[in-house]
């Protein structure tokens, strides 16, 4: 089961889903976001780049936030300011500071397992925030600068 709540405000387009604590949410949330970023003019490369950063950052929340628990959910917000495209990642878990993720180029974590799919999500958005909400678990904060608009003409 999941829950959709568009949400309209002066400046900014939001869109809150709830998931399931279940891997079918991983496909669901990159299906969103790669249709929202396809809708704000994103080319197909950056589209599919934005796709397994989201693809990532819920099945780190799905296994390492959520630990695979049914009773938990998954938080997705996808946002848009005049600027940027936001993506928020919540999950229900104990919550961890990207800091203490180990660089997986390092040559002592070269054959662990972990570590990759936060280094995948860091190199395809311009931004990464990992947040404690008051709520709990962790919040991941991607942002991607939107494309520019050009005019019928070609113009910027």
Not at 74 to 95: A, K, N, S, T, W
Not at 126 to 137: K, T, W
């Amino acid at each position: 089961m999941w829950l959709l709540v568009p949400v309209m405000a002066a400046q900014t387009q939001r869109l809150d889903v709830t998931l399931p604590t279940q891997l079918e949410s991983v496909d669901l949330a990159e299906g969103i976001v790669v249709r929202a970023a396809e809708a704000a003019g994103f080319d197909d490369e950056t589209v599919h780049k934005l796709g397994i950063a989201v693809r990532e950052g819920v099945i780190n929340a799905y296994t390492y936030g959520n630990r695979q628990d049914p009773r938990k959910r998954i938080h997705l917000q996808v946002e848009f300011d005049p600027e940027r495209m936001i993506v928020h990642i919540r999950d229900e878990g104990g919550g961890f500071e990207l800091e203490e993720v180990p660089d997986p180029l390092a040559e002592e974590n070269l054959m662990r397992t972990s570590g990759r799919g936060l280094f995948l999500v860091r190199a395809f958005v311009d931004h990464v925030v990992v947040r404690r909400p008051p709520s709990g678990g962790a919040e991941l904060v991607l942002s991607k600068k939107l494309p520019r608009r050009t005019s019928g003409d070609g113009r910027h």
